[in-house]
Protein backbone atom coordinates (compact mmCIF):
# COMPACT_ATOMS: atom_id res chain seq x y z
CA UNK A 1 0.00 0.00 0.00
CA UNK A 2 1.73 3.18 -1.21
CA UNK A 3 1.29 6.40 1.27
CA UNK A 4 -1.37 7.82 -0.59
CA UNK A 5 -3.53 5.07 -0.71
CA UNK A 6 -2.66 4.86 3.51
CA UNK A 7 -4.12 8.40 3.74
CA UNK A 8 -7.09 8.02 2.16
CA UNK A 9 -8.02 4.57 3.91
CA UNK A 10 -7.14 5.35 7.25
CA UNK A 11 -9.49 5.92 9.67
CA UNK A 12 -9.39 6.19 13.44
CA UNK A 13 -9.88 2.42 15.14
CA UNK A 14 -11.20 2.10 18.80
CA UNK A 15 -12.14 -1.35 18.48
CA UNK A 16 -9.04 -3.72 18.36
CA UNK A 17 -8.47 -7.93 18.41
CA UNK A 18 -7.15 -8.01 22.21
CA UNK A 19 -4.14 -9.55 20.95
CA UNK A 20 -0.69 -8.24 21.65
CA UNK A 21 1.74 -6.87 18.84
CA UNK A 22 4.32 -9.19 17.70
CA UNK A 23 8.18 -8.80 18.90
CA UNK A 24 9.08 -8.20 15.13
CA UNK A 25 6.31 -5.28 14.44
CA UNK A 26 6.83 -3.69 17.59
CA UNK A 27 10.41 -3.36 17.02
CA UNK A 28 9.81 -2.21 12.96
CA UNK A 29 7.21 0.85 14.93
CA UNK A 30 9.99 1.49 17.41
CA UNK A 31 12.48 1.93 14.60
CA UNK A 32 10.29 3.79 12.49
CA UNK A 33 9.00 5.90 15.02
CA UNK A 34 13.00 6.96 16.14
CA UNK A 35 13.80 7.75 12.54
CA UNK A 36 10.52 9.92 11.41
CA UNK A 37 11.35 13.38 9.46
CA UNK A 38 11.45 16.23 11.67
CA UNK A 39 11.90 19.74 10.38
CA UNK A 40 10.73 21.63 13.16
CA UNK A 41 12.30 20.22 16.10
CA UNK A 42 10.86 20.75 19.70
CA UNK A 43 10.71 18.40 22.79
CA UNK A 44 8.64 15.10 22.64
CA UNK A 45 8.99 11.32 23.19
CA UNK A 46 7.17 8.60 21.66
CA UNK A 47 7.16 5.22 23.86
CA UNK A 48 5.33 2.35 22.76
CA UNK A 49 3.97 0.25 26.05
CA UNK A 50 1.94 -3.30 26.38
CA UNK A 51 -0.87 -4.02 28.81
CA UNK A 52 -1.30 -7.37 29.51
CA UNK A 53 -5.25 -7.12 28.94
CA UNK A 54 -4.38 -11.48 29.80
CA UNK A 55 -3.85 -10.94 32.95
CA UNK A 56 -7.12 -8.79 32.83
CA UNK A 57 -5.42 -5.14 33.42
CA UNK A 58 -7.27 -2.55 31.41
CA UNK A 59 -6.25 1.19 31.09
CA UNK A 60 -9.09 3.74 31.45
CA UNK A 61 -9.99 5.15 28.64
CA UNK A 62 -13.77 5.97 29.56
CA UNK A 63 -14.95 3.34 27.67
CA UNK A 64 -13.57 4.61 24.00
CA UNK A 65 -10.97 2.38 23.55
CA UNK A 66 -12.03 -1.61 22.91
CA UNK A 67 -9.41 -4.14 23.37
CA UNK A 68 -6.16 -2.17 22.79
CA UNK A 69 -3.02 -4.25 24.51
CA UNK A 70 -0.11 -1.69 22.93
CA UNK A 71 -0.60 1.78 23.16
CA UNK A 72 1.93 4.48 21.99
CA UNK A 73 2.47 7.08 24.57
CA UNK A 74 3.60 10.45 23.59
CA UNK A 75 5.52 12.83 26.15
CA UNK A 76 5.48 16.75 25.33
CA UNK A 77 6.81 19.46 26.38
CA UNK A 78 3.98 23.25 26.12
CA UNK A 79 5.93 25.07 23.33
CA UNK A 80 4.31 25.68 19.83
CA UNK A 81 7.30 23.87 17.85
CA UNK A 82 6.75 20.81 19.85
CA UNK A 83 2.66 20.53 19.05
CA UNK A 84 3.45 21.29 15.25
CA UNK A 85 6.73 18.90 15.42
CA UNK A 86 4.61 15.71 17.28
CA UNK A 87 1.91 16.58 15.07
CA UNK A 88 3.82 16.43 11.65
CA UNK A 89 6.04 13.07 13.21
CA UNK A 90 3.48 11.34 14.94
CA UNK A 91 0.79 10.87 12.31
CA UNK A 92 3.89 9.72 9.69
CA UNK A 93 3.60 6.58 12.66
CA UNK A 94 0.15 6.66 12.17
CA UNK A 95 0.02 6.06 8.44
CA UNK A 96 3.51 3.46 8.72
CA UNK A 97 1.45 1.17 11.53
CA UNK A 98 -1.98 1.45 8.67
CA UNK A 99 0.44 0.52 5.86
CA UNK A 100 1.37 -2.22 7.87
CA UNK A 101 -2.26 -3.29 8.78
CA UNK A 102 -2.63 -1.72 11.74
CA UNK A 103 -5.43 0.56 13.59
CA UNK A 104 -4.57 3.44 15.71
CA UNK A 105 -6.42 6.65 16.71
CA UNK A 106 -5.05 9.69 18.35
CA UNK A 107 -6.40 10.02 22.10
CA UNK A 108 -5.94 13.83 23.88
CA UNK A 109 -8.80 13.47 25.98
CA UNK A 110 -10.44 10.63 26.75
CA UNK A 111 -7.71 8.22 28.76
CA UNK A 112 -7.22 8.47 32.20
CA UNK A 113 -3.73 10.00 32.60
CA UNK A 114 -2.65 8.13 35.73
CA UNK A 115 -3.18 4.66 34.10
CA UNK A 116 -0.81 4.82 31.56
CA UNK A 117 1.59 7.67 33.36
CA UNK A 118 2.50 4.75 35.82
CA UNK A 119 6.14 4.09 36.20
CA UNK A 120 6.94 6.48 33.31
CA UNK A 121 9.45 9.35 33.53
CA UNK A 122 10.03 11.97 31.15
CA UNK A 123 12.70 14.60 29.96
CA UNK A 124 12.37 17.60 32.01
CA UNK A 125 9.57 19.89 30.77
CA UNK A 126 7.49 17.02 28.95
CA UNK A 127 4.58 15.34 30.18
CA UNK A 128 2.15 12.58 28.81
CA UNK A 129 -0.20 14.15 26.73
CA UNK A 130 -1.26 11.77 24.08
CA UNK A 131 -1.88 8.30 23.82
CA UNK A 132 -2.45 5.91 20.70
CA UNK A 133 -3.73 2.34 20.90
CA UNK A 134 -2.13 0.28 18.24
CA UNK A 135 -3.03 -2.53 17.25
CA UNK A 136 -5.88 -5.52 14.42
CA UNK A 137 -9.18 -3.87 13.85
CA UNK A 138 -12.02 -5.80 15.09
CA UNK A 139 -15.32 -4.85 14.31
CA UNK A 140 -16.36 -1.44 15.04
CA UNK A 141 -18.19 -1.50 18.98
CA UNK A 142 -21.40 0.49 19.55
CA UNK A 143 -19.54 2.91 21.36
CA UNK A 144 -17.01 3.15 18.71
CA UNK A 145 -20.26 3.84 16.12
CA UNK A 146 -21.76 6.28 18.49
CA UNK A 147 -18.55 8.23 18.56
CA UNK A 148 -17.75 8.09 15.17
CA UNK A 149 -21.10 9.23 14.89
CA UNK A 150 -21.38 12.12 17.31
CA UNK A 151 -17.88 13.66 16.07
CA UNK A 152 -18.90 13.25 12.43
CA UNK A 153 -15.48 11.85 11.56
CA UNK A 154 -16.27 10.73 8.04
CA UNK A 155 -16.85 14.18 7.17
CA UNK A 156 -14.84 16.88 6.24
CA UNK A 157 -14.44 20.72 5.63
CA UNK A 158 -15.14 21.49 1.30
CA UNK A 159 -11.69 22.21 0.24
CA UNK A 160 -12.83 25.46 -0.79
CA UNK A 161 -13.64 26.60 2.80
CA UNK A 162 -9.80 26.00 3.51
CA UNK A 163 -7.50 26.49 1.00
CA UNK A 164 -6.71 30.14 -0.71
CA UNK A 165 -4.64 32.46 -2.82
CA UNK A 166 -4.01 35.89 -3.87
CA UNK A 167 -4.24 37.17 -0.30
CA UNK A 168 -7.32 34.94 0.89
CA UNK A 169 -9.24 36.66 -1.74
CA UNK A 170 -9.48 33.84 -4.06
CA UNK A 171 -10.64 30.07 -3.14
CA UNK A 172 -7.75 28.00 -4.43
CA UNK A 173 -8.27 25.42 -7.24
CA UNK A 174 -8.00 21.84 -6.83
CA UNK A 175 -6.79 21.52 -10.17
CA UNK A 176 -3.38 24.42 -8.90
CA UNK A 177 -0.38 21.99 -9.00
CA UNK A 178 -0.61 22.02 -4.91
CA UNK A 179 -4.13 20.55 -5.29
CA UNK A 180 -3.36 16.72 -4.51
CA UNK A 181 -0.90 17.62 -1.46
CA UNK A 182 -3.77 19.58 -0.13
CA UNK A 183 -6.40 17.65 -0.38
CA UNK A 184 -4.63 15.08 1.12
CA UNK A 185 -4.23 17.46 3.96
CA UNK A 186 -7.79 17.44 3.95
CA UNK A 187 -8.50 13.88 5.03
CA UNK A 188 -5.81 14.35 7.56
CA UNK A 189 -7.52 13.46 11.38
CA UNK A 190 -7.75 16.31 14.03
CA UNK A 191 -9.07 16.56 17.37
CA UNK A 192 -12.85 16.59 17.42
CA UNK A 193 -12.76 16.55 13.71
CA UNK A 194 -11.95 20.26 13.79
CA UNK A 195 -9.63 20.58 10.82
CA UNK A 196 -8.38 23.98 11.86
CA UNK A 197 -5.69 24.33 9.41
CA UNK A 198 -6.26 27.21 6.39
CA UNK A 199 -3.92 27.50 3.55
CA UNK A 200 -2.68 30.26 1.57
CA UNK A 201 -0.44 29.38 -1.81
CA UNK A 202 1.65 32.02 -3.56
CA UNK A 203 3.07 30.24 -6.80
CA UNK A 204 5.67 27.68 -5.40
CA UNK A 205 5.03 28.59 -1.59
CA UNK A 206 2.65 27.37 0.77
CA UNK A 207 1.80 29.48 3.92
CA UNK A 208 -0.13 27.09 6.85
CA UNK A 209 -2.14 29.14 8.89
CA UNK A 210 -4.72 27.56 12.19
CA UNK A 211 -7.68 28.71 13.22
CA UNK A 212 -7.23 28.89 17.39
CA UNK A 213 -9.73 26.27 18.41
CA UNK A 214 -8.45 24.43 20.89
CA UNK A 215 -5.27 23.36 22.95
CA UNK A 216 -4.36 21.02 20.14
CA UNK A 217 -4.70 23.71 16.88
CA UNK A 218 -1.45 23.77 16.54
CA UNK A 219 -1.12 19.94 16.86
CA UNK A 220 -3.61 19.04 14.41
CA UNK A 221 -2.24 21.22 12.07
CA UNK A 222 0.71 19.46 11.80
CA UNK A 223 -0.71 16.26 11.24
CA UNK A 224 -2.36 17.75 7.90
CA UNK A 225 1.16 19.17 6.99
CA UNK A 226 2.69 15.95 7.69
CA UNK A 227 -0.32 15.09 4.64
CA UNK A 228 1.11 17.19 2.86
CA UNK A 229 4.48 16.73 2.65
CA UNK A 230 3.89 13.20 2.60
CA UNK A 231 1.87 13.79 -0.88
CA UNK A 232 5.18 16.19 -1.95
CA UNK A 233 7.49 13.51 -1.26
CA UNK A 234 5.58 10.98 -3.12
CA UNK A 235 5.63 13.08 -6.34
CA UNK A 236 9.09 14.16 -5.79
CA UNK A 237 8.44 17.58 -5.11
CA UNK A 238 9.84 17.70 -1.34
CA UNK A 239 10.66 21.33 -0.52
CA UNK A 240 11.88 23.12 2.77
CA UNK A 241 9.93 24.61 5.49
CA UNK A 242 10.52 27.98 6.98
CA UNK A 243 9.38 30.54 9.38
CA UNK A 244 8.55 34.09 8.43
CA UNK A 245 8.37 36.61 11.26
CA UNK A 246 5.80 38.51 9.53
CA UNK A 247 3.12 36.72 7.87
CA UNK A 248 2.96 37.18 4.24
CA UNK A 249 -0.50 38.10 5.07
CA UNK A 250 -3.18 38.91 8.04
CA UNK A 251 -6.37 37.42 8.34
CA UNK A 252 -8.55 38.35 11.50
CA UNK A 253 -9.25 34.80 12.68
CA UNK A 254 -6.32 32.30 11.31
CA UNK A 255 -3.04 32.57 12.99
CA UNK A 256 0.26 32.00 10.95
CA UNK A 257 2.02 28.75 11.23
CA UNK A 258 4.38 27.92 8.84
CA UNK A 259 5.50 28.49 5.00
CA UNK A 260 6.82 25.52 2.46
CA UNK A 261 8.50 26.28 -0.48
CA UNK A 262 8.56 23.55 -3.66
CA UNK A 263 12.47 22.94 -5.04
CA UNK A 264 11.39 20.77 -8.25
CA UNK A 265 8.30 22.82 -9.23
CA UNK A 266 7.20 23.01 -12.79
CA UNK A 267 4.60 25.76 -11.77
C1 LIG B 1 -4.87 15.28 18.31
C2 LIG B 1 -6.07 14.38 18.30
C3 LIG B 1 -6.71 14.07 19.49
C4 LIG B 1 -7.81 13.20 19.51
N1 LIG B 1 -8.38 12.86 20.72
C5 LIG B 1 -9.39 11.96 20.74
C6 LIG B 1 -9.96 11.56 21.98
O1 LIG B 1 -9.57 12.02 23.06
N2 LIG B 1 -10.96 10.63 21.96
C7 LIG B 1 -11.43 10.09 20.78
O2 LIG B 1 -12.31 9.22 20.83
N3 LIG B 1 -10.91 10.47 19.57
C8 LIG B 1 -9.91 11.38 19.53
N4 LIG B 1 -9.36 11.75 18.32
C9 LIG B 1 -9.85 11.16 17.04
C10 LIG B 1 -10.71 12.17 16.24
O3 LIG B 1 -11.99 12.27 16.82
C11 LIG B 1 -10.79 11.68 14.77
O4 LIG B 1 -9.50 11.74 14.20
C12 LIG B 1 -11.74 12.53 13.94
O5 LIG B 1 -13.06 12.40 14.39
C13 LIG B 1 -11.69 12.12 12.44
O6 LIG B 1 -11.99 10.76 12.29
P1 LIG B 1 -10.98 9.77 11.56
O7 LIG B 1 -9.67 9.80 12.33
O8 LIG B 1 -11.65 8.42 11.62
O9 LIG B 1 -10.78 10.27 10.16
C14 LIG B 1 -8.30 12.64 18.29
C15 LIG B 1 -7.65 12.98 17.08
C16 LIG B 1 -6.56 13.82 17.08
C17 LIG B 1 -5.88 14.14 15.79
Redesign the pocket.
Known sequence: MNILEAIKE?????SFDGKALSEAVRNELLAFAAGVYNPFGGHFSIRLKSFNLKNGYKPN?YG??KDANDFFLIGMADEEATALAT?FCF?QVVLKAWQLGLGT???????KGTDFDNGESWPDGETLK?ICPVGQAAKKSLMERI??FS????NRKPFSDLFFTDSFKQPLSPNSSFGEALEMLR???????SQPWRVLTDNDTVHFYYLPKSR?SV??TG?GICHFYETEKYYGHTGAFYTLSTPPAVHDKWKYLVSYRRRNTNI
Do not use: K, M
Not at 10 to 14: A, F, G, M, N
Not at 105 to 111: D, E, K, L, S
Open positions: RRSVRTIIGECWIAATFITRLGSRLAPSSTNLLDI
